[in-house]
């Protein structure tokens, strides 16, 4: 499929059009068809919450729009300073609620620090670490995860994780995005609102979020937008700048990750191309071309697209049962659930 | 030595919950969807249990690693490898 010359713009948006509609598709479902009053979201500072606060401002207006700022002992330095600013450059209603006190309760940080000291058995409370994939464009390798770690005098050590170890970090730290999940349901509820969740189509696609965390939502507005799309949104929103050109990162780990180490294995301008190829039917031939790369290098993204797909399959997953619920109005209602 | 016996039960036992109808000695594991990027990390991690083998980071490709028969003839050419562990072991003046 040939329909236009691929290369970077083929991602441009008419953002004052797609703006118009993400805003009447939330009056609708949110007001109309969920009856609730307003949204809750959480803002981590980064380009995706502030778009889809913003959106949620221009549809329901400020006073219908409530902030929660969750940060935790992980948590970049940035992350509460970008979130206040994006919240009052917004003019609505938040609440700061450090989630550290509850994922110490359910040991979040314990869990995951034994599960690191089964492969760095030095690895101590005071240490900081990520876990990393290597690079795809470079070879056939399978992408196996590594642990990073940071002594506090500041030795570095890495070491490939046993799938025990990788499992047991991944788990640990899915309390943080399911804890902040909960914390926005709390307030959904007091509040009789409902909550949005801010996945791009990047992170949608790939499954790149937590089940029942971060992937709960009862409206995701930009998951149809690919990341490049979502900042040129923000720009189109006249959002601060800061929150503009700050690039995307996990903020789960102690240590500094960005999301490519952890999951795409390509800047999210490369991965946002590649899957749009796939999407509209470009050969890898035609990806490469346009983007500057290899033909072999693009079918290794490809393959990886596919992969990140089977497994996330599960995460979109509703629950199983094993007949249709009676009446298409509860029908309805699971599918809006789901 | 054919490890294709041990590698075929493992999958069909560990992957495939005893069916082993979907299974040819030259199935693709990940085209066919029987292992996934996580069950690359349990395979590689059984095969160094299983055989006492060190799978470095450019042996984890799919000519090594994505049917019972590239999977059995990587093992064959580990376990016959002169820097293997269990061969290391040999004493030299013998």
């Not at chain 1, 948006?13 to 609708?28: N, T």
Request: a negative charge; one cysteine or more.
């Amino acid at each position: 499929m040939t329909n236009r010359p691929f290369g970077p713009d083929v991602l441009e948006l008419d953002c004052a059009h797609e703006a118009d509609r993400i805003g009447a598709v939330i009056r609708d479902k949110i007001l109309r068809r969920f009856k609730k009053k307003g949204l809750v979201l959480g803002f981590s500072g980064g380009v995706d919450s502030s778009v889809v606060g913003a959106l949620a401002v221009r549809a329901l207006g400020k006073e219908r729009v409530f902030g929660l700022l969750m940060p935790e002992h992980d948590s970049s330095l940035e992350t509460l300073p970008l979130s206040q600013l994006i919240v009052e450059h917004l003019g609505i209603q938040t609440e700061h609620e450090d989630i550290s006190a509850i994922l110490e309760a359910t040991r979040c940080y314990r869990r995951r620090d034994d599960a690191i000291r089964t492969v760095i058995p030095e690895y101590g409370p005071d240490w900081k670490s990520k876990i990393v994939l290597p690079g795809v464009l470079d070879g056939d390798q399978y992408r196996l995860f590594s642990v990073v770690a940071q002594s506090p005098a500041g030795e570095i050590i890495e070491t490939r994780l046993t799938f025990e170890a990788y499992l047991g970090i991944v788990a640990a730290t899915n309390f943080k995005q399911r804890t902040r999940k909960m914390l926005e349901y709390y307030h959904a509820d007091r509040l009789n609102y409902a909550v949005a969740g801010t996945p791009n189509l990047l992170e949608y696609d790939q499954g790149f979020f937590v089940k029942l965390g971060d992937g709960a939502a009862d409206i995701k507005p930009i998951a149809h937008l690919y990341k490049t799309q979502v900042y040129a949104m923000a720009r189109y929103l006249e959002l601060p700048e800061t929150i503009c050109s700050r690039p995307p990162t996990t903020d789960t780990y102690s240590l500094p990750q960005s999301q490519e180490e952890f999951y795409f294995s390509l800047p999210y301008d490369k991965m946002d191309l590649v899957l749009y190829g796939k999407n509209k039917g470009y050969t890898a031939a035609e990806i490469a071309a346009g983007m500057g790369l290899k033909t072999e290098q693009i079918e290794r993204v490809l393959r990886d697209i596919e992969a990140k797909r089977r497994v996330a399959q599960y995460l979109h997953s509703p629950p199983v049962l094993l007949e249709d619920p009676p009446s298409t109005e509860e029908k309805a209602l699971l599918q809006c659930a789901g | 030595m054919n490890y294709t016996t041990e590698v075929r039960d493992f999958i069909i036992s560990f992957f495939l919950f005893g069916d082993a109808a979907a299974l040819q000695d030259d199935t693709s594991f990940l085209s066919s969807g029987i292992v996934d990027s996580t069950g690359v990390m349990e395979l590689i991690m059984h095969l160094e249990q299983e055989f006492d083998i060190k799978v470095e980071p450019e042996e984890m490709i799919p000519d090594n690693l994505d049917s019972v028969n590239k999977v059995a003839q990587f093992i064959a050419g580990k376990t016959t490898d002169a820097c293997h562990p269990l061969i290391r072991a040999v004493p030299m003046e013998a």
